[in-house]
Nanobody
């Protein structure tokens, strides 16, 4: 069993910043990648960023490149998403996910999910 617990969501004005955290705990699971996804009402879940826990290579959606940064603290089993220059279109529920992943942008490749944390950006 593995648990993923997100924190750090909230409400900010456009141009502001937030840092999301995802703490992983548990044993007996296989994972080579942790990712962040978001889902706005009426829209499909989309991959935002991901990081491979071994080599540290990263993936970013085009919509967040240059504004969001994913990082990890292996000792704390925690992944972070630093979000800068936030826009109203970034408003969504943000989910942390982990799994054995080949395509980091594909939600179906992740076997473990957190409960989500809401991010709201006002104009």
């Amino acid at each position: 069993q593995v648990q993923l617990v997100e924190s750090g969501g909230g409400s900010v004005q456009a141009g502001g910043s937030l840092r999301l955290s995802c703490a992983a705990s548990g044993y007996g699971y296989s994972s080579n990648c942790m990712g962040w996804f978001r889902q706005a009402p009426g829209k499909e879940r989309e991959g935002v960023a991901a990081i491979y826990t071994g080599g540290g290579s990263t993936y970013y959606a085009d919509s967040v490149k240059g504004r969001f940064t994913i990082s990890r603290d292996t000792a704390k089993s925690t992944v972070y998403l630093q979000m800068n220059s936030l826009k109203p279109e970034d408003t969504a529920m943000y989910y942390c996910a982990a799994g054995l992943v080949y395509s980091p942008e594909a939600p179906y490749e992740y076997g473990y999910w957190g409960q989500g944390t809401q991010v709201t950006v006002s104009s």
